[in-house]
């Protein structure tokens, strides 16, 4: 059975093209998929059900599973079986019709301005890791991108004299305008940093870490973690935290969704939407609190 899996994490990443971290997903939730069946002696993927996946939710329900994890395991195996009756393994899909599980959608958490402000104060500028840090976070929180763009971002992506950071996926890419304070902040970045950083003047990786290597999203997870606890930020921050700022604050302050939406590279509006539930409930908070008759 794990010559399947094998095969079809090739296909995925040949023909799909997905990232790194969704194949990482797919394969591990296909892997548990084996597992359970082997547990269940189950030794024939062609062998199982619509019974075999009904089963294999309650038990992951009655495991404790978050019902976003279960739903991507059923997602997973969607896929897994689609491929399977193309490559002629499998004649019907046993996940055919069954529903996903709902999931109660949850706000994003977002940083008010001045836990921002708190939050970019902290690296020391004065250092060669505080001032690349200071760079990454000002890049972060002025342009939205994700973590993962931000690492894989080379030198070319960032035109200082447009004040402009260029993304790639693929053959898609989109361009974001960056404010005069994170431009400073790479500049001083690019002149006092990175070039002593580099062994190697052939590196191309916009951020690079003490070992003249492109940082990791490991790596990153480490540093926003660190300056959180530094600012004394009382909620959980994840990288992702300033995006969603990025996006909400902006929204707060007039900008459009449509224009929110390019910015942050959502295919679909309905993503970008989300943050005008974050603005609504600002907004009530605010009625509350200053209203006489609230």
């Known amino acids: 059975m794990n010559i399947t899996v094998n095969q079809f994490a090739d296909y995925l990443q040949n023909e799909r093209q997905l990232s790194e971290n969704t194949l990482s997903s797919y394969k591990r939730d296909i892997e548990q ?3 359970y069946l082997k547990g269940n ?5 062609g062998k199982t059900n619509r019974t075999t996946i009904l089963t294999y939710i309650l038990d992951m329900q009655k495991k404790g599973r978050a019902t976003s994890t279960i739903s ?3 997602a997973s195996l969607r896929s897994f079986y689609q491929y399977l009756i193309r490559n002629g393994i499998m004649e019907k899909n046993p996940t055919y019709g069954l529903e996903t599980p709902k999931i109660e959608k949850k706000l994003p958490q977002i940083l008010s301005t001045r836990e921002v402000e708190l939050l970019l104060e902290q690296p020391k500028n004065t250092d060669l890791k505080g001032i690349r840090d200071k760079a990454m976070l000002e890049l972060l929180y002025a342009t ?12 070319d992506d960032v035109n200082l004299e447009t004040k402009e950071v260029m993304c790639k996926k693929g053959d898609k890419g989109r361009t974001i305008p960056v404010g005069s304070l994170c431009i400073d ?13 580099i062994r190697n003047n052939k590196e191309k990786a916009l951020f690079v870490n003490i070992s003249g290597n492109r940082l990791t999203r490991q790596g990153f997870w480490k540093i926003i973690k660190l300056y959180k606890n530094m600012a004394k930020i009382n909620m959980d921050i994840t990288p992702h935290t300033l995006r969603h700022s990025f996006a909400a604050h902006l929204l707060q302050n007039g900008a459009d969704l449509k224009s929110i939406q390019e910015m942050l590279g959502h ?3 309905s993503s970008t939407q989300v943050y005008t539930k974050i603005t609504g ?3 009530t908070d605010v009625y509350k609190k200053a209203h006489p008759r609230a």
């Open 33 to 35: 998929y084996f597992d």
């Open 41 to 45: 002696n189950i030794e024939s993927i």
């Open 72 to 74: 991507r395991n059923l």
């Open 144 to 155: 939205g991108i994700r973590v993962t763009e931000l690492i894989s971002l080379d030198l």
């Open 185 to 197: 902040a790479l500049t001083k970045y690019l002149d006092k940093s990175r070039r002593f950083l």
């Open 267 to 269: 295919s679909d509006i």
């Open 281 to 283: 409930n600002k907004i």
